[in-house]
């Protein structure tokens, strides 16, 4: 008879219930240098290149989007 008695939520992000330090470190990298906080939370890959994009154009553009990005995911 198998064990049947997993609740968690396997939608495949389990990133956040590893250690809540990982997300308040990439928000704080977030406000700072918003490339790192994104990079910190999502790794390379399409976040990251947006992210830079609109650092580039602007400061503040980058760090609403980590911000967002950080705190919607």
Partial sequence: MA?????????????DNCCPCNKL????CSWILPPIGIYW????GKEL???????????????IYAVI????D
Wanted: hydrophobic share 30%.
């Fill in 3 to 15: 064990n049947n008695d997993y609740q968690g939520n396997d939608d495949g992000d389990h990133n």
């Fill in 49 to 63: 290149f947006i992210c830079i994009i609109l650092t580039l154009l602007g400061y503040l553009p980058g760090v």
């Fill in 69 to 72: 990005m950080v705190g919607c």
């Fill in 25 to 28: 470190c990439s928000c704080i």
């Fill in 41 to 44: 939370r999502f790794g390379c």
